[in-house]
């Protein structure tokens, strides 16, 4: 669907950082980092900052969600590829242009594809994926439709992977569906640089949508 030209919260620069923000932006420590050394670079917002940028504005809300989501997204039982295949479906169902592209360029460096990541918009039945990668992708969808993973997928589960790491599984898809809804309410605009994958990314929801 179409994104409105302007955010709705305009995201705070790191130069308006001040002490509360940072303390509360820095309960995910990595992204905290690739911010602040890419505008020290260039003075330019890098792949990022934009979110960042826009929950600065509540720094309480903020510390509390992003110790959550450094939990998932880096100290999960999960190895990085599978974690990376699972946002990428979670951000397509969410028609959520920002974590899409974002998570494409990290889900490349984790060891997908470009054909993998295309495939990640047909689904779990789309052919050439692993049993394994296809109940990942399941998971998600079943999450998305039902707040459940069904006892199928459960069972087939369970036969790779012990509980912890599907509790991280449940726990990571509802973290990024937090950040779809508010990447898609607030208005996170994307950085400069990936303008092509948002092209990409609005063409493939176009063509997904006419069939």
């Not at 969600?65 to 951000?91: C, H, K, P, Y």
């Not at 990640?120 to 050439?128: F, L, N």
Request: hydrophobic share 40%.
């Amino acid at each position: 669907m179409p994104r409105d030209p302007q955010p709705r919260i305009t995201p705070l620069m790191p130069p308006e950082w001040d002490e509360e923000i940072l303390d509360a932006l820095g309960a995910f420590p990595g992204g905290l980092k690739f911010v602040l050394t890419g505008w020290e670079e260039s003075e330019t917002p890098a792949r990022g900052t934009n979110m960042l940028g826009s929950l600065a504005h509540y720094p309480a809300l903020t510390k509390g969600f992003l110790t959550f989501n450094n939990q998932v997204a880096t100290d999960s039982t999960l190895t990085t590829r599978e974690r990376e295949l699972m946002i990428l479906r979670t951000g397509w169902l969410r028609d959520c242009e920002y974590e899409f592209v974002m998570h494409v360029v990290l889900g490349l460096r984790a060891g997908l594809t470009e054909e993998e990541i295309e495939r990640v918009k047909q689904g779990p039945d789309a052919t050439g994926w692993s049993e394994q990668d296809a109940d990942l992708l399941r998971v998600v969808d079943e999450l998305d439709t039902d707040s459940r993973i069904s006892e199928a997928t459960w069972q087939r589960l369970t036969t790779r992977y012990d509980h912890r790491q599907i509790m991280d599984m449940v726990f990571l898809v509802g973290c990024y569906f937090t950040v779809a809804m508010a990447g898609n309410s607030f208005g996170f605009p994307v950085e400069p640089g990936v303008e092509s994958l948002i092209e990409d990314f609005r063409a493939s929801k176009a063509a997904a949508a006419s069939d």
